[in-house]
Every structure is written in structure tokens, then in C-alpha cells.
């Protein structure tokens, strides 16, 4: 389906949503600990559409350790065996989901919870040595298109189908990653780190795609931020036509806003726009202490 650069203006009640959709990926901590940044999510969707996608993983693991089922790992991924996907398919949507859709509609928002298999949103083929895991997904927009321009919050679990219509796990950042790319629009990938650091310990906070994979290549990216640095650039790649991945620090005051409208330094930054500028500046692009 043609991505969409913007959603069409609609009125849901005192509510006008018009713009260029932004995707923001999600934890799977308590709510508590969510609060102001499901408060700057519904204080957003006043100027433009939000998606949610979430994760759940130290959860998960949680659930997994209660139930008696051995979390197994490869190369930092979860292996998501037939026992794991039960569990998984229970609290990522079940318990994490059902929470943030409680919460989202007690602030206000029109939210709607769904889950990556309906209508067959998200596939992808299947990770090698992870069993029930996509890599790679690709997202169909549609019905998040037809809910944003209703005036909806969708909030999405990582989830998939693979090339034999079975579900698999999706790594919520891959998932949000391909939800920015169908919709065209930004990418937020809240975390709990301050940023990406270079080879000299200062923290980078802009790069253009060409200057994050040299440093991936270098070795600088490495550790837990590479998968969600790789996000970050699957989500503005061949194919789609979202201009921007930002890596935020959840933990901070007004983080989203920040990321979203505040200038170097709020954020790490990948993006399409400014590209020969931050190519001139080197393959560091900008740094900060």
C-alpha cells in the first residue's frame, strides 16, 4: 500500500487530528512509570496523529520466570519456543497492551488496542535460530490509516505472521520500525540509556544513515543500543518515506516533546533531511558531552 505523508483532517468530538502520523515505540514497564509519557502522548495527538507500539520484554521474562518456562537467548534476542509464544501472546497483549489502552483511555485518548496479526498487518519470514521470530517485518498501514483519520489511538503489540500464516514474536523496535515506514511518518524509540556515545565517550546526537552505519562498522554502535540503532535505519530505508528515527531517553523530562520539537541534543537523531550538512560535518556528525 502507498505510504501516506499525512492523514486527512477529521473531527472526533473537540478533537482535530491532521499531519504527518509519528510512531512511538514503548516499554513494557508498569504504567506507573509511563505516566508522563502517556501524558505527552495524548497532549500530542492534539496536533497530529499517534501510533503506539510496545514492547514487554523484562515483563515477559518476568511471567516466563512465575510460570516455570526457561527464557532462552541468542545473541541478545529471545528464542520464542511453542511454550515461550504461549506466555508471550498472554502478557504482551493480554496484560501490557489491555494496561496501556486502560490508561490512555482514562487520560482521554480514544484508544484502541490491537495486535500486529489483525488483518495481517505485520509479516515478515522468520529469524534464523529464534524459532516463533520475525526479522525483518513489513507492515501493511491500512487499518491503522482508516483509525487515525477516524481520530483514533492505536496501540499495537509486537506481533507477526510468518510466509505460513503462523504468529511469531516481533521485536517491538523492528515492529515500530516497519509501522513508520508503511505510514511515512517520525519514529520514537524511547529507551532508558542517555544516548549513543562515540569513540571518545561524548554523546552523539545526529547522524545521517551513511555515518551510523560506519560507525556500527567501527564497532562504536555496539551492545544493546545496536538492534534499536538498526531500527532506527530500517525505518527510514530503501522503500520508505519517513525522514526521521529519534532515539530518546524515556527517563527525561518531556522527553517526547523534546524529541520531537526541540533541536539537537534532546535526543539521538537519524535522519533524511539536513543530510549534506551533517555529511560535511563528518561521520560523527554532531557531538555532545
Known amino acids: 500500500m502507498r505510504p501516506h505523508r499525512a492523514i486527512r483532517h477529521r473531527e472526533l468530538g473537540v478533537l482535530h487530528v491532521s499531519g504527518t502520523p509519528v510512531v512511538v515505540k514503548l516499554g513494557g514497564t508498569t504504567i506507573i512509570e ?71 483511555l482514562g487520560l482521554g485518548a ?38 487515525l483519520d477516524a481520530g483514533y489511538l492505536p496501540v499495537l503489540s509486537p506481533m507477526g505472521l510468518d510466509p505460513e500464516g503462523r504468529i511469531c514474536n516481533v521485536n517491538a523496535d523492528d515492529a515500530a520500525a516497519a509501522v513508520s515506514a508503511a505510514l511515512g511518518g517520525e519514529l520514537v524509540l524511547m529507551t532508558d540509556t542517555d544516548g549513543v556515545r562515540d569513540a571518545t565517550g561524548e554523546r552523539i546526537v545526529e547522524l ?27 525505518a527510514i530505508g530503501p522503500g520508505s518515506r519517513a525522514e526521521r528515527s529519534v532515539i530518546a531517553d524515556g527517563r527525561s523530562t518531556d522527553a517526547l516533546r523534546r524529541a520531537l520539537h526541540e533541536g539537537a541534543g534532546t535526543g539521538f537523531r537519524i535522519g533524511q533531511l539536513g543530510r549534506s550538512r551533517l555529511d560535511a560535518e563528518g561521520p560523527l556528525g554532531q557531538s555532545r558531552r
Open 34 to 104: 509511563q505516566q508522563d509519557v502517556l501524558r505527552e502522548i495524548v497532549e500530542e495527538r492534539r496536533e497530529r496523529p499517534v501510533v503506539i507500539v510496545h514492547g514487554g520484554g523484562k515483563r515477559l521474562t518476568d511471567w516466563l520466570e512465575r510460570l516455570g518456562v526457561e527464557s532462552q537467548w541468542d545473541s541478545g534476542r529471545r528464542v520464542t519456543d511453542d511454550a515461550t509464544l504461549e506466555v508471550f501472546l498472554a502478557v504482551i497483549s493480554g496484560v501490557i497492551n489491555a494496561e496501556l489502552t486502560e490508561a490512555l
Open 208 to 234: 545521517t544513515p551513511s555515518a551510523a552505519a560506519q560507525l556500527i562498522e567501527d564497532g562504536v554502535i555496539a551492545g544493546g543500543m545496536l538492534p534499536k540503532v538498526h531500527s532506527a535505519l530500517r
Open 110 to 147: 480514544e484508544a484502541v488496542g490491537l495486535r500486529g496479526i489483525d488483518r495481517g498487518m505485520i509479516r515478515g519470514p522468520r529469524a534464523d535460530g529464534l524459532d516463533r521470530v520475525i526479522s525483518e517485518p513489513m507492515a501493511d498501514a491500512a487499518v491503522l490509516l482508516t483509525l
